[in-house]
């Protein structure tokens, strides 16, 4: 522990003597001359209309306005001789400088004169030295979308995985970091987002795929931070409606999907923002209902309980009422409130509170004929952020943040653990290529994560060159998890009871999982953003500190303290001689757990970690720059790899066992070079050329075999072993709009590669008899070529926007089925993944239609739909054909059910259309 506290002492150090910059804000800066002169004028006041914020030029005519939200805004120009300017349309984005300079004209003191400059936002940013996407609310609006998912997958150098999961540079799903207002709601379980964040309350979407900056962490593929709406000075509001189905001509792969009904799937959505107390107290609050039926259905043939089911000691019929049941359905409530307390002209407080609940049913195949019988998932999460803003001086201020974040997810059927409708596991054992005709799923999984965060950030604009901030924040997790197959009740002659009653595991077997950890971490960073004319610089300093709370088996070789193996570890030496005999192996002498617990385990250690982060752009003239950026990213292993089997519970069965939890895990990490160039070629036209390189190192994977004491029983244990990189190149075109349109194209060409796409895949190897991975092959989600493209054509009152992408086959590994009359046998040996599926294209468009119904009153018809195409696009394939609709089983299973070879989840969504209204009103 001296070490550590070594370590930070000398960061506390750092940061006082660095500097950095504020990513949830960004400023204004430019300089005021006279326009026939061109001299420099000294304190001319420069606003910031409607905020409050504002400033004056020094001796060199120079000013700065910090800590500006991103929005659109008109900034003034006042001085006393001379005309009002307004430059109007002047964005502020995130972590960005926005340069204004204005030349203003002498006037005679008594006009009430103003002269007002329309603002063009720079299509290339010179102080942007990583790579990294921005999306406005005024664009969002624009696109055809249901989600921010959809947004994010639209960026250079971002996939989705066939499981839904989303890439950034080749990294695994949980490699990003999901923020709201620079505030994490990434859930440290499996690092996923906690909770839902709707388009519409969206300020500013932020994809950071470059090598993000020192105050962001525990992420190593990517960011994306969320700035949130706030009240404005005005009241206005708006509520959208719109509703539709999936329509599809793929009778052969969906059920039901010819029947289409307007009203299946629905959203109701809106928000309302303006002043309780003008000037000095603001609200937005926002609330969505969404609901989707789903695409998958199954047919009702038979119910959970079987053919027959008990009434009153008798058996009766029971069948399905062949009906059709959703089995991928979706249901959803969201909402977010946000208060803005301006307390005096140096001191804001202000409150976001976010919420979402979802219920989701998720296809499994084995009971599309007893579609009741499986499981469906609930989660829910809320996040209460507060935040005071204190301006301490002239462009310096410090903002002090509590967070307090709570995600819960349950799977079950019924939720009771002893509801009577569960059947005996006997009811799923079926022969293969055949639907389940009864059983109930038996599992109970229930798990929470709960997190404190306290964070402090002080930002400084030192001079005309020097934007500083260093920063500290300290998170406290609290972990719950239960997982529990139910399993017959037993009576008292020992059997199990008739008709089946379900009863719940003792929690020392591996059919009852179930513990609570308490992990805590502290980071702290210091960085630099030098704004020369000639050059920007970025360089910054993390430190990061990760106490699991965990504990390990001093013995690997008998690490499970509930049934232990070694005959010391179960009896006690009665007479001291080293040695158990068998008059103290009686039960009467055995060990309590309590008595293990003072000598089986070691304590975790604290890890800590350094990572330097530096970036440089080079203006090499007024409308193009090459930048350079170079980072080291360290990320805490997901929570459920530290923990989920952490106990060891073994039993008596020969073979390879787990893979267990390692709370001793060490951080991953990637080291990420990035070089690029932005280029203006006209005034509405730009492009980004970006090549990077990342090396991947410390990737979770699970262990080789560890024997226990007793012959032919091992197990194995997550462990930081796999390594990966990826490389590629980017190119983005984008035209702003104008002349009535405009669009944005971009290609990826990228390889990712790796020794394992998940930490399980090693031991599935193990199993299979397979020599530790040591090569490279591609990783599940490895997309060589991706190209996204999206046009909008419109005009004041109405729009049209299409949304495009098509990307080649992600790789799987094939398999050869051999004995065409003795049954099917696969010839183990087959490179992974050295296949292709076949590539994926899709298109999506929005069009609209705007009435002025009232003076601040505006009325919007429009029409959504998802896979225009109806593109039969396949995210899974059988690996002995490469196929998703054809499978040499097939010739074998001469008896399979019909339907059985027909995996609808092995395809996208299909076309689903969508009519709708939005109302909007502004006071």
């Given at each position: 522990?001296?070490?550590?506290?070594?370590?930070?002492?000398?960061?506390?150090?750092?940061?006082?003597?660095?500097?950095?910059?504020?990513?949830?804000?960004?400023?204004?800066?430019g300089?005021?001359?006279?326009?026939?002169?061109?001299?420099?004028?000294?304190?001319?006041?420069?606003?910031?209309?409607?905020?409050?914020?504002?400033?004056?030029?020094?001796?060199?005519?120079e000013?700065?306005?910090?800590?500006?939200?991103?929005?659109?805004?008109?900034?003034?120009?006042?001085?006393?001789?001379y005309?009002?300017?307004?430059?109007?349309?002047?964005?502020?984005?995130?972590?960005?400088?926005?340069?204004?300079?204005?030349?203003?004209?002498?006037?005679?003191?008594?006009?009430?004169?103003?002269?007002?400059?329309?603002?063009?936002?720079?299509?290339?940013?010179?102080d942007?030295?990583?790579?990294?996407?921005?999306?406005?609310?005024?664009?969002?609006?624009?696109?055809?979308?249901?989600n921010?998912?959809?947004?994010?997958?639209?960026?250079?150098?971002?996939?989705?995985?066939?499981?839904?999961?989303?890439?950034?540079?080749?990294?695994?799903?949980?490699?990003?970091?999901?923020?709201?207002n620079?505030v994490?709601?990434?859930?440290?379980?499996?690092?996923?987002?906690?909770?839902?964040?709707?388009?519409?309350?969206?300020?500013?979407?932020?994809?950071?795929?470059?090598?993000?900056?020192?105050?962001?962490?525990?992420?190593?593929?990517?960011?994306?931070?969320?700035?949130?709406?706030?009240?404005?000075?005005?009241?206005?509001?708006?509520?959208?409606?719109?509703?539709?189905?999936?329509?599809?001509?793929?009778?052969?792969?969906?059920?039901?999907?010819?029947?289409?009904?307007?009203?299946?799937?629905?959203?109701?959505?809106?928000?309302?923002?303006?002043?309780?107390?003008?000037?000095?107290?603001?609200?937005?609050?926002?609330?969505?209902?969404?609901?989707?039926g789903?695409?998958?259905?199954?047919?009702?043939?038979?119910?959970?309980?079987?053919?027959?089911?008990w009434?009153?000691?008798?058996?009766?019929?029971?069948?399905?009422?062949?009906?059709?049941?959703?089995?991928?359905?979706?249901?959803?409530?969201?909402?977010?409130?946000?208060i803005?307390?301006?307390?005096?002209?140096?001191?804001?407080?202000?409150?976001?509170?976010?919420?979402?609940?979802?219920?989701?049913?998720?296809?499994?195949h084995?009971?599309?004929?007893?579609?009741?019988?499986?499981?469906?998932?609930?989660?829910?999460?809320?996040?209460?952020?507060?935040?005071?803003?204190?301006?301490?001086?002239l462009?310096?201020?410090?903002?002090l943040?509590?967070?307090?974040k709570?995600?819960?997810?349950?799977?079950?059927?019924y939720?009771?653990?002893?509801?009577?409708?569960?059947v005996?596991?006997?009811?799923?054992?079926?022969?293969?290529?055949?639907?389940?005709?009864?059983?109930?799923?038996?599992?109970?999984?229930?798990?929470?994560?709960?997190?404190?965060?306290?964070?402090?950030?002080?930002?400084?604009?030192?001079d005309?060159?020097?934007?500083?901030?260093?920063?500290?924040?300290?998170?406290?997790?609290?972990?719950?998890?239960?997982?529990?197959?139910?399993?017959?009740?037993?009576?008292?002659?020992?059997?199990?009871?008739?008709?089946?009653?379900?009863?719940?595991?003792?929690?020392?077997?591996?059919?009852?999982?179930?513990?609570?950890?308490?992990?805590?971490?502290?980071s702290?960073?210091?960085?630099?953003?030098?704004?020369f004319?000639?050059?920007?610089i970025?360089?910054?300093?993390?430190?990061?500190?990760?106490?699991?709370?965990?504990?390990?088996?001093?013995?690997?070789?008998?690490?499970?303290?509930?049934?232990?193996?070694?005959?010391?570890?179960?009896?006690?030496?009665?007479?001291?001689?080293?040695k158990?005999?068998?008059?103290?192996?009686?039960?009467?002498?055995?060990l309590?757990?309590?008595?293990?617990?003072?000598?089986?385990?070691?304590?975790?250690?604290?890890?800590?970690?350094?990572?330097?982060?530096?970036?440089?752009?080079?203006p090499?003239?007024?409308?193009?720059?090459?930048r350079?950026?170079?980072?080291?990213?360290q990320?805490?292993?997901?929570?459920?790899?530290?923990?989920?089997?952490?106990?060891?519970?073994?039993?008596?069965?020969?073979?390879i066992?787990?893979?267990?939890?390692?709370?001793?895990?060490k951080?991953?990490?990637?080291?990420?070079?990035?070089?690029?160039?932005?280029q203006?070629?006209t005034?509405?036209?730009?492009?980004?050329?970006?090549?990077?390189?990342?090396?991947?190192?410390?990737?979770?994977?699970?262990?080789?075999?560890?024997?226990?004491?007793?012959?032919?029983?091992?197990?194995?244990?997550?462990?930081?072993?796999?390594?990966?990189?990826?490389?590629?190149?980017?190119?983005?075109?984008?035209?702003?709009?104008?002349?009535?349109?405009?669009?944005?194209?971009?290609y990826?060409?990228?390889?990712?590669?790796?020794?394992?796409?998940?930490?399980?895949?090693?031991?599935?190897?193990?199993?299979?008899?397979?020599?530790?991975?040591?090569?490279?092959?591609p990783?599940?989600?490895?997309?060589?070529?991706?190209?996204?493209?999206?046009?909008?054509?419109?005009?004041?009152?109405?729009?049209?926007?299409?949304?495009?992408?098509?990307?080649?086959?992600?790789?799987?590994?094939?398999?050869?089925?051999?004995?065409?009359?003795?049954?099917?046998?696969?010839?183990?040996?087959?490179?992974?993944?050295?296949?292709?599926?076949?590539?994926?294209?899709?298109?999506?468009?929005?069009?609209?239609?705007?009435?002025?119904?009232?003076?601040?009153?505006?009325?919007?018809?429009?029409?959504?739909?998802?896979?225009?195409?109806?593109?039969?696009?396949?995210?899974?394939?059988?690996?002995?054909?490469?196929?998703?609709?054809?499978t040499?089983q097939?010739?074998?299973?001469?008896?399979a059910?019909?339907?059985?070879?027909v995996?609808p989840?092995?395809?996208?969504?299909?076309?689903?259309?969508?009519?709708?209204?939005?109302?909007?009103?502004?006071?």
């Amino acid at each position: 522990m001296k070490k550590e506290i070594k370590i930070f002492a000398g960061l506390i150090f750092i940061l006082f003597v660095t500097v950095g910059f504020a990513q949830n804000t960004g400023k204004i800066a430019g300089k005021v001359t006279d326009e026939k002169t061109a001299e420099v004028l000294i304190g001319v006041n420069i606003l910031i209309e409607g905020t409050g914020l504002g400033a004056a030029t020094d001796m060199n005519g120079e000013y700065i306005i910090v800590n500006v939200p991103p929005k659109t805004y008109n900034v003034i120009a006042k001085y006393i001789g001379y005309a009002n300017t307004v430059t109007r349309n002047v964005h502020v984005g995130s972590g960005s400088t926005t340069k204004i300079d204005f030349r203003i004209t002498q006037t005679e003191i008594t006009l009430n004169h103003e002269v007002v400059i329309t603002a063009k936002a720079p299509l290339v940013v010179k102080d942007m030295t990583s790579t990294e996407a921005r999306i406005t609310a005024d664009q969002i609006k624009e696109l055809p979308l249901q989600n921010i998912n959809q947004l994010i997958t639209q960026q250079a150098g971002v996939s989705k995985g066939s499981d839904g999961g989303i890439h950034i540079r080749g990294g695994r799903s949980s490699e990003i970091s999901y923020l709201v207002n620079g505030v994490s709601i990434t859930d440290d379980f499996n690092r996923t987002q906690a909770l839902s964040v709707e388009t519409e309350s969206i300020q500013e979407l932020k994809v950071i795929s470059g090598t993000f900056n020192a105050e962001y962490g525990n992420a190593m593929s990517g960011v994306v931070n969320i700035v949130t709406k706030s009240g404005g000075q005005n009241l206005s509001g708006n509520l959208e409606i719109w509703s539709g189905d999936y329509v599809s001509n793929h009778t052969d792969i969906y059920k039901h999907i010819n029947s289409v009904n307007p009203f299946a799937n629905y959203n109701f959505q809106g928000f309302l923002n303006g002043p309780l107390i003008p000037d000095k107290l603001n609200f937005f609050v926002s609330a969505r209902r969404f609901f989707d039926g789903g695409y998958i259905f199954g047919i009702n043939k038979y119910n959970p309980q079987g053919r027959a089911s008990w009434v009153d000691g008798f058996l009766v019929p029971n069948p399905g009422d062949n009906s059709f049941v959703s089995m991928n359905s979706s249901s959803k409530w969201s909402g977010q409130a946000t208060i803005d307390w301006k307390i005096t002209g140096d001191l804001k407080f202000k409150v976001d509170a976010f919420g979402s609940s979802e219920a989701n049913k998720f296809y499994n195949h084995m009971y599309q004929w007893n579609p009741n019988g499986s499981s469906s998932a609930k989660s829910k999460g809320y996040s209460l952020f507060g935040t005071f803003t204190h301006v301490l001086f002239l462009n310096t201020f410090q903002e002090l943040t509590f967070a307090y974040k709570n995600n819960n997810y349950a799977t079950h059927l019924y939720e009771n653990l002893f509801d009577p409708r569960y059947v005996s596991p006997d009811s799923a054992l079926i022969a293969g290529y055949h639907f389940l005709t009864a059983g109930t799923d038996l599992n109970h999984f229930d798990r929470s994560t709960k997190s404190a965060t306290i964070k402090w950030d002080l930002t400084s604009q030192i001079d005309n060159i020097n934007l500083a901030k260093v920063g500290v924040q300290a998170q406290f997790d609290k972990l719950f998890y239960e997982n529990i197959t139910l399993i017959p009740a037993l009576g008292s002659n020992g059997q199990q009871l008739i008709p089946f009653v379900p009863s719940v595991p003792v929690t020392d077997t591996p059919q009852h999982d179930k513990f609570e950890r308490n992990p805590y971490s502290f980071s702290a960073y210091a960085q630099d953003k030098i704004e020369f004319s000639s050059v920007i610089i970025n360089f910054g300093l993390r430190f990061d500190l990760f106490n699991p709370n965990g504990k390990m088996p001093v013995d690997a070789s008998d690490p499970d303290i509930n049934n232990p193996f070694k005959q010391e570890n179960t009896f006690r030496d009665l007479n001291s001689d080293g040695k158990i005999s068998l008059d103290e192996q009686v039960d009467g002498n055995k060990l309590t757990v309590a008595e293990r617990e003072k000598y089986w385990y070691k304590k975790t250690t604290i890890k800590t970690g350094l990572s330097p982060r530096f970036g440089i752009s080079y203006p090499i003239t007024d409308r193009g720059i090459i930048r350079f950026s170079f980072g080291i990213f360290q990320q805490i292993p997901d929570y459920s790899q530290l923990y989920i089997g952490d106990e060891f519970k073994l039993t008596s069965t020969q073979g390879i066992q787990g893979s267990f939890g390692n709370n001793d895990l060490k951080p991953q990490r990637t080291t990420i070079y990035e070089i690029g160039l932005q280029q203006q070629f006209t005034e509405e036209i730009a492009v980004d050329v970006t090549a990077y390189y990342r090396d991947i190192r410390d990737w979770i994977s699970s262990s080789q075999a560890i024997p226990t004491v007793v012959a032919g029983i091992s197990y194995s244990k997550r462990i930081n072993r796999d390594f990966a990189n990826a490389r590629g190149v980017t190119l983005s075109v984008k035209k702003r709009f104008a002349d009535y349109f405009s669009f944005g194209v971009d290609y990826t060409f990228q390889i990712a590669e790796g020794t394992n796409s998940s930490p399980e895949q090693e031991f599935f190897s193990q199993q299979n008899g397979a020599e530790p991975t040591r090569y490279l092959t591609p990783l599940d989600w490895d997309q060589t070529h991706t190209l996204n493209g999206n046009i909008y054509v419109g005009s004041g009152d109405w729009g049209a926007s299409i949304i495009a992408a098509i990307s080649t086959g992600q790789p799987y590994t094939p398999e050869v089925t051999a004995g065409a009359y003795s049954g099917r046998n696969i010839i183990p040996g087959l490179p992974n993944n050295s296949r292709r599926k076949p590539l994926i294209a899709n298109v999506d468009m929005q069009l609209h239609k705007d009435f002025s119904i009232a003076s601040g009153l505006n009325v919007q018809l429009f029409l959504k739909v998802f896979n225009l195409l109806d593109a039969k696009n396949p995210v899974t394939v059988y690996g002995d054909t490469g196929k998703p609709d054809y499978t040499l089983q097939q010739k074998t299973a001469t008896n399979a059910d019909a339907g059985w070879f027909v995996y609808p989840n092995y395809y996208s969504m299909p076309r689903s259309i969508y009519f709708g209204t939005k109302i909007s009103f502004t006071n």
